[in-house]
Each structure stands twice: as structure tokens, then as C-alpha cells.
T-cell receptor, first 110, second 115 residues
Framework: DAKTTQPPSMDCAEGRAANLPCNHSTISGNEYVYWYRQIHSQGPQYIIH???NNETNEMASLIITEDRKSSTLILPHATLRDTAVYYCIVSQPLGQNFVFGPGTRLSVLP | GAVVSQHPSRVICKSGTSVKIECRSL??????MFWYRQFPKQSLMLMATSNEGSKATYEQGVEKDKFLINHASLTLSTLTVTSAHPEDSSFYIC???????????FGEGSRLTVL
């Protein structure tokens, strides 16, 4: 079973920030938080990951709470092409226990 | 980021035939690759872990004699669906760990339709 809990769906207005939450209260000390997204009929796309510090790259920012029991993925200026299912996964490196939950279906609205 | 490529992207076959799907890591070596299956409107389900030079490890409920996995080199893993039936129709996705801290990169997926 997945070790994360995400809302099943969210809407966001185009151009606004999309904040996608994830709960992972049973995360272990050596497990990372990974975020992927899947656009219809494509393989999952890597977005970002982190261990305990906040992370930012060209796609998104990842905010991890101090107790590491939850995190938020932030898409700063959502576009229509960001409409996808977003998966939050906690795992040790090298994917040995990469388990996908149902994810959050983000709809970016014009 | 690292690139993982799958081939073919779509395949249609008759019931009872076998189909091979290839997964290649294009710019890195992958000692371990993973095969997932995804049915419509569902999430990805791990089928097996493919280890270079050794036997694959299958998840519970996945028939190893039906889903043959070969990982003969550090850049290629293959999944063969043997004696395919319509219920094997699905989206098959492979992945490999290619990042600095072990993040997985996924192929584009292969959609199998068994008639």
C-alpha cells in the first residue's frame, strides 16, 4: 500500500499557484519524498524530490514540514498543460519500494 | 534528466500470441529496472523488479511464466507477454533509477491491446 495520502482532485485557475498537499505521517528517516505527474496516456514525469529541506527547480517547489509528516508541491504559475495526475511517493533511493497511490487529479481551468 | 525509452509505444496482437516490449536507458546504466502495469482510470501497479544479470523479482499475484523479463545488459530490459489474452490489455511502463539520489525515470509507456 502507498504510504501517502493525497486529495483525489483539485482545481486551479490558469496563472495562479497550484498547491498540492501530501500526507506521509509514517515516513522513515531515510526515505525521500518524490513527486511525479502523469499526463493522459504517457509515462510518469519526474518533478522534484527532497529529504528534509525545501527544494526548488525549474518546474516546481517542494515544501516539507519540519517533522516530515507532510509536504506541499507548488506549481508557481499553473498553465493548462499542467493538467495531470500528480503522485506523491515516499521511498528509499533507487526505487526499491516505489508505490503509487491514486494521486491528485489537478485540473487547470482557463 | 535521465532518459528512458520504450518500444513499441502501441501494439495490437491476436489472442494467444506473444509480445515483447523493450525498455532502454539512453544516457545512463541501470542495474535495476522496474515494470509497471496500469489499467484505465487506475494508478500504476508494480509488476516486477528487473535485475541485470539475474532473475527478476515478481510482485505477489504476477505470473512469472506469463510475464517474462530479461535484463541482459545495463541499458536494456525486455518484458514479454506470453500467450496474451484480452485481459492482458493494459498500459505497460518501465522505469530505471538514474538520478543523483536514486530518483526513478519512466519510459513513455507501451499500450498493449489483445484482440
Amino acid at each position: 500500500d502507498a504510504k501517502t495520502t493525497q486529495p483525489p482532485s483539485m482545481d486551479c485557475a490558469e496563472g495562479r499557484a497550484a498547491n498540492l498537499p501530501c500526507n506521509h505521517s509514517t515516513i522513515s528517516g531515510n526515505e525521500y519524498v518524490y513527486w511525479y505527474r502523469q499526463i493522459h496516456s504517457q509515462g510518469p514525469q519526474y518533478i522534484i524530490h527532497g529529504l528534509k529541506n525545501n527544494e526548488t527547480n525549474e518546474m516546481a517547489s517542494l515544501i516539507i514540514t519540519e517533522d516530515r509528516k507532510s509536504s506541499t508541491l507548488i506549481l508557481p504559475h499553473a498553465t493548462l498543460r499542467d493538467t495531470a495526475v500528480y503522485y506523491c511517493i515516499v521511498s528509499q533511493p533507487l526505487g526499491q519500494n516505489f508505490v503509487f497511490g491514486p494521486g491528485t487529479r489537478l485540473s487547470v481551468l482557463p | 534528466g535521465a532518459v528512458v525509452s520504450q518500444h513499441p509505444s502501441r501494439v495490437i496482437c491476436k489472442s494467444g500470441t506473444s509480445v515483447k516490449i523493450e525498455c532502454r536507458s539512453l544516457d545512463f546504466q541501470a542495474t535495476t529496472m522496474f515494470w509497471y502495469r496500469q489499467f484505465p482510470k487506475q494508478s500504476l501497479m508494480l509488476m516486477a523488479t528487473s535485475n541485470e544479470g539475474s532473475k527478476a523479482t515478481y510482485e505477489q499475484g504476477v505470473e512469472k511464466d506469463k510475464f517474462l523479463i530479461n535484463h541482459a545488459s545495463l541499458t536494456l530490459s525486455t518484458l514479454t507477454v506470453t500467450s496474451a489474452h484480452p485481459e492482458d490489455s493494459s498500459f505497460y511502463i518501465c522505469s530505471a533509477a538514474g538520478g543523483r539520489t536514486g530518483e526513478l525515470f519512466f519510459g513513455e509507456g507501451s499500450r498493449l491491446t489483445v484482440l
